[in-house]
């Protein structure tokens, strides 16, 4: 195992500097043939997303878009996306990484200052779009981060730190997952599943109470809809580990969606393969649970009604518990929170209800 | 009880009547004096074929009293003949003037009004120096007997001419009010000056200043032809006096000879159509007769509508030269509308519209109107004008009240269709009035295509700009991508501008 994932992300980066390379040289060989450059790229609109139910994931479709230099309209982004590809190539090069709020601002050094955070956002998933690999790739990340406890034994391969080694239960408050574990190589680990939680109360809760001993399990903390690299980071646990991931959100539309996004990705990165794990599980909290359990609830609002009545008619949502869950919801209109178990005591989750669901998943 | 019936004289009339030449207070009074004396001036001038030269000196007549003026006008005209200077001067309805073709006044009765209004409030005579070029130069002082309307002549001289010098000098005393005449009499000179282009006028003021309105081009108007009256827009009094004068002994050669445009076929149509025998002697006609001829001249429609020979216009040109030179604008627009009468009196409109450059933004439309080559610049609001530039929708030209435009309208014509005695408003005829509203269409037209234009390449300017800010930035990031050197984008610039000059 050793070694794999620093040969693998050499050759990562290897590969996304030869293509920020070619992207280079064909628009500097349209501007000295006299042509104004252009682009083709896969289309990202709505109607050229499609689910992929062999990969279960969304994908782009066929539709492809040209953006000119010689169309005024084209020209400002286009100048952004080639400063975008510089720029990144320069991180990628030195080994640097960059938030998204970071890329915003150096624009400005270069005169071609973005209008808000939004747009260098955008010209950054272009960039994804045109190369076809992911902005951690090219080493920009966004500001927000997840955490990770359990037995776990890394290696860096960042620079400075190449050949350090860290074991995952070394914080109580866990490890974040930042540019530089997303990109160490995995050593070993005694775990043999992934919790992964929406929330930080229970994370913390769950490492007080030593889930990661009790039933093995490397935590994760996706801080509500989990960040991209978060998503790297659990499908490679799960890919190269060969652990199982579990779940855990709160009992409502949106907490559901967070365990759909891990599993099957998202319409907005269905230009980009590898961000998703589609063995994962969401193990609850279940709409099911909340009368099993006799959990403490609030009834739905209007937005959680409609945003249930997308997720219906959504394909990544057609699996059988998916579909009872939201049938369950809409009978019931309730809804709760992870830290709805409290009730019963602030142990009763660990000792009651995740044994019991572990068990029910076939472990 | 008994009423004592009293002939008054004409002077007499107007005397008493003062505000129907414009003198009805000391404000008014300075206004008119200096625009009666300086068109009387150019009408010597301008119509003889002379570029005019136009003194106007305005002076306190004593240090004590800001109210009394001594005014001082000098042209380099055709001069007045010695023997009718003080007819001319001093009389009522004694002019020069009394024919059919286009001229500035028509009754000579501005510059006898104010003679007659500097004497009866500083009672000092007028001082007339005129010559027409002859040996002599004469020299009168005169005043007016009111009563008779007749000159009374002071003193005579008459000096040698060695420079053969020709024009007239009128110098009189007046009571009014300068300061607050001053913004529309410098208005006035201003707008005079857009409309004789070709006019050098110079004014001192009281306080000394000196304003300069200097002549722009050396080419003058065409001058007019007189013309004979044209049938509808005779009337009574007018046939009266033609038959008086008349030596014609049949109605078909008084209707040739006397009446614009009518030859023999149309009078023969047209005394079958009014019932009146060819070979009537007009001497001879009937008080009931002629008003049954007059009656039947304005509803007989064969007659040609007249010609407008006996108009001058300034022409586009001219116009142009005269906006040009005084407001300064970045664009102009004239243009010279045809011929048209109304009531057989023949008229040209011509409108300019003007716009950017030194023209103000003003809270409303700024119109300059004009009158035979007078500007007028009272009672705006009463004129056709006014009415048909306020019911114009500017949007529809891409323009706003906010921007700066002026429009000119300016008519020419025999007979001037005034809404009053005071000669500041034009009526609102309908013939007239739509020949207005399409020349103003038609200019704002021009204007709206000239915006636009500069809109486009305004566009276009910035349009280039971004793309000489880009794709230098494109070329300079690719080739650091590609390790190469920057590949040069000259070539693709050249390309759109090549693109924008098509």
Same mark, same amino acid.
């Given at each position: ?9 050499? =050759? ?43 990969? /279960? ?63 260098? =956002? ?59 574990? +997303? ?5 070993? +680990? ?13 994370? +913390? ?16 903390? !996706? ?100 579909? /009872? ?39 | ?6 002939? %008054? ?47 106007? /000196? ?13 005014? @001082? ?58 010559? +027409? ?16 309307? @007749? ?97 014609? @002994? ?157 429009? #000119? ?27 207005? #509203? ?10 709206? %295509? ?30 650091? !991508? ?11 610039? /050249? ?8």
């Amino acid at each position: 195992m050793k070694g794999s994932s620093a040969v693998k992300s050499r =050759d990562k980066r290897r590969d996304v500097l030869l293509r920020l390379e070619s992207f280079g040289r064909e628009l500097c060989e349209q501007i000295e043939k006299g042509y104004f450059p252009q682009i083709t790229m896969p289309s990202r609109s709505i109607e050229n997303i499609f689910y992929n139910p062999d990969l /279960r994931q969304y994908v782009l479709g066929n539709k492809t878009v040209k953006r000119s230099a010689g169309n005024i309209r084209h020209l400002r982004p286009f100048t952004h996306l080639v400063w975008m590809a510089y720029f990144t190539h320069e991180l990628t090069t030195s080994q640097k990484t960059s938030t998204l709020r970071d890329v915003f601002y150096s624009a400005q050094a270069y005169d071609i200052s973005f209008q808000d955070q939004d747009e260098s =956002d955008s010209i950054i998933t272009d960039l994804e779009t045109v190369l076809g690999c992911t902005r951690e790739d090219f080493n920009v990340f966004p500001e927000e981060s997840s955490a990770v406890f359990g037995d776990l034994t890394i290696e860096y391969t960042v620079p400075n730190y190449e050949g350090k080694r860290l074991n995952l239960t070394s914080h109580p408050d866990g490890v974040m997952i930042g540019p530089a574990l +997303t990109s160490a190589d995995f050593i070993e +680990t005694s775990a043999d599943k992934v919790i992964a939680i929406e929330k930080g109360g229970l994370f +913390t809760r769950f490492i007080e109470e030593r889930v990661h001993e009790k039933f093995n399990s490397i935590l994760v903390f !996706l801080r509500g809809q989990a960040p991209r690299s978060t998503r790297y980071f659990i499908r490679r646990l799960n890919q190269e580990l060969g652990l199982p991931v579990y779940i855990f959100t709160d009992a409502d539309p949106w907490g559901m969606h967070i365990a759909m996004v891990i599993i099957s990705g998202s319409a907005n990165a269905a230009h980009v393969k590898e961000l998703t794990t589609p063995d994962a599980k969401w193990a609850g909290v279940w709409a099911s649970d909340i009368a099993n359990y006799k959990l403490p609830s609030d009834k739905l609002d209007d937005i959680d009604i409609k945003r249930l009545h997308e997720l219906m008619r959504d394909p990544r949502y057609k699996g059988d518990i998916w579909q /009872r869950e939201i049938n369950v919801f809409m009978k019931n209109q309730r809804k709760c929170e992870l830290e709805a178990f409290s009730r019963y005591g602030l142990t009763h989750i660990v000792d009651k209800y995740l044994p019991q669901r572990l068990k029910e998943m076939g472990e | 009880m008994s009423q004592v019936f009293q002939e %008054i004289s004409p002077a007499d009339f107007f005397y008493r009547n003062r505000e129907i030449a414009g003198f009805a207070n000391p404000v008014r009074a300075i206004f008119s004096a200096i625009r009666e004396l300086i068109e009387n001036s150019l009408d010597a001038s301008e119509p003889q074929g002379i570029l005019p030269n136009i003194y106007v /000196r305005l002076s306190f007549m004593n240090e004590k009293n800001e109210n009394l003026y001594v005014l @001082r006008v000098e042209d380099n005209g055709s001069g007045i003949p010695a023997d009718f200077v003080p007819l001319a001067f001093c009389q009522f309805l004694f002019s020069s003037k009394y024919k059919l073709k286009q001229s500035r006044g028509t009754f000579g009765l501005g510059g006898t009004m104010t003679i007659l209004y500097g004497q009866i409030t500083t009672n000092k005579p007028v001082k007339v120096i005129s010559s +027409t070029g002859t040996s002599k130069i004469y020299e009168y002082t005169l005043m007016i007997d009111v009563e008779r309307n @007749r000159p009374i002549i002071l003193d005579r001289r008459i000096r040698e001419n060695e420079n053969k010098w020709h024009g007239t000098i009128v110098e009189l005393c007046i009571e009014g009010d300068y300061y607050k005449a001053m913004p529309k009499i410098l208005e006035y000179l201003k707008q005079t000056a857009i409309v004789n282009p070709y006019a050098n006028i110079t004014f001192v003021d009281p306080r000394g200043r000196l304003y300069m309105f200097e002549r722009v081009t050396t080419v003058l108007p065409p001058q007019p032809r007189e013309t004979l009256p044209h049938p509808h827009g005779i009337d009574v009094e007018t046939m009266y006096r033609i038959i008086r004068v008349t030596n014609c @002994r049949t109605m078909l050669d008084f209707m040739q000879k006397h009446f614009h445009r009518v030859g023999k076929r149309i009078a023969r149509n047209f005394l079958k159509f009014a019932g009146f025998p060819e070979d009537a002697d007009p001497k001879k006609l009937k008080p009931e007769e002629i008003v049954n001829l007059v009656q039947a001249m304005k509803n007989f429609d064969e007659f040609l509508p007249p010609d407008a020979s006996c108009l001058s216009p300034l022409g586009e040109n001219l116009l142009r030269a005269g906006v040009l030179k005084e407001l300064e604008p970045e664009f102009v627009a004239v243009s010279q509308r045809k011929p048209s009468a109304y009531s057989g009196h023949p008229f040209i409109i011509e409108v300019g519209i003007a716009y950017g450059g030194k023209i103000p933004v003003s809270e409303d439309i700024l119109l300059y109107r004009f009158a035979n080559k007078i500007p007028l610049v009272y009672d705006e609001s009463g004129d056709v004008s006014w009415k048909i530039v306020k019911s114009i929708n500017w949007r529809n030209y891409g323009l706003a009240l906010n921007m700066p435009f002026a429009v #000119l309208v300016h008519i020419c014509s025999t007979k001037i269709p005034w809404k009053t005695v005071g000669k500041e408003m034009v009526a609102d005829r309908p013939e007239v009035s739509r020949e207005i #509203l399409n020349g103003i269409r038609e200019v704002a037209r021009q204007l709206s %295509i000239y915006l636009s234009r500069k809109e486009r390449a305004k566009r276009e300017k910035v349009r280039l700009s971004i793309f000489a800010k880009y794709l230098p930035k494109i070329a300079e990031f690719s080739a650091k !991508l590609a390790g190469k050197e920057t590949p040069s984008v000259d070539e693709l610039l /050249r390309r759109l501008r090549r693109l924008e000059g098509e």
